[in-house]
């Protein structure tokens, strides 16, 4: 409870900054708040201490999802959502506004409906926003570009679809996946009879063992890799939301992403790896630009 009143405390002495100096602040970039980035960072305990702090490059992996939802031309207003002091003030430091998210909601258990509900109730008592569209930006996945999202967002506005997922080609395809029969979950070391998950006359002709350079172009399926998400404010508000953890409609589109920037950081040799990445996929997009 100490812990959460402390953060509370930081979140409104930075409020009252925010009042007595909007002007001067450039979050909310604009006055009318419609889209909000809304970037969630557990201090709890992690594979990795303090994960959302870790820096990959020369900062850390909040950083990078606060930096890239500023550099979009569509966010309005960015928000982290924390119960920890620390990425609280390191949040503030990095321009955000800070929602305090309560300890119910910040369990390594704890699904996603939670600190959304109270990050989206929270600003309307806060500062009167009801914004249509909230933009997930998990800091775990850093290697993300404004345009992309950018492009996410101007699709939801003209498709009205209730929601939209970032995705990739499925690396591990469908048509090599069995489930046992009646679908058990067998244990190491034990065997039984199996269905094919896709069962279609081409599978059946040509087995079960063909290359994924062939089939995904074939039978395409893609993996929702939580690079971004997006969702609408209504179905957050749901009555039934927090009962059903979910808190997307069911019109979800997709958005194709680059598989080379699908990362979920949680290791020290993960961050290594995604700002080779980063760095290797900055190049190729100057490159095209020229």
């Known amino acids: 409870m100490g812990k959460y009143l402390f953060v509370q405390l930081v979140v409104y002495v930075a409020i009252i900054c925010y009042k007595l100096c909007m002007k001067k602040i450039l979050n909310p970039k604009k006055k009318i708040v419609e889209v909000v980035a809304l970037i969630p960072a557990r201090g709890g305990q992690q ?11 020369n900062k850390s992996l909040l950083a990078w999802a606060v930096d890239v939802a500023f550099a979009t031309k569509s966010v309005d207003a960015v928000i982290v959502s924390t119960e920890d002091k620390k990425i609280a003030r390191e ?20 699904g996603d409906a939670g600190f959304y509900h ?4 929270w600003m309307e008592k806060e500062f009167g926003w009801t914004p249509d569209i909230i933009v ?11 345009e992309d999202i950018d492009a996410m967002i101007s699709y939801i506005k003209k498709s009205g679809a209730d929601g939209m997922k970032s995705v990739i080609p499925a690396q591990d395809h469908p048509y090599k996946t069995w489930q ?8 190491v070391g034990q065997a039984g009879a199996m269905m094919p998950i896709l069962d279609n006359e081409y599978r059946r002709v040509h087995g079960p063992d063909q290359p994924r350079q062939r089939i995904q172009p074939m039978f ?18 749901r009555p039934e939301a927090l009962k059903n953890e979910n808190i997307f409609g069911e019109n979800i589109h997709g958005y194709v992403l ?18 080779k990445i980063y760095k290797m996929i900055l190049k190729e997009r100057k490159t095209k630009k020229k």
């Open 91 to 110: 949040a503030i430091k990095l321009g955000a506004i800070v929602a305090p998210r309560p300890a119910e909601y910040s369990q390594s258990t704890s």
């Open 47 to 57: 594979t990795i201490k303090y994960k959302n702090l870790r820096k990959m490059g």
């Open 220 to 237: 395409p399926y893609f993996f929702q890799d939580g690079q971004v998400d997006i969702t609408r404010r209504k179905f957050v508000l």
């Open 180 to 187: 046992f029969a009646g679908a058990k979950n067998l244990p």
């Open 118 to 121: 109270h990050a989206v109730t």
């Open 258 to 275: 680059d598989p080379h920037t699908s990362t979920d950081v949680d290791t020290p040799e993960d961050l290594r790896h995604a700002e």
């Open 136 to 146: 997930n930006l998990r800091p775990t996945s850093p290697i993300r570009f404004p």
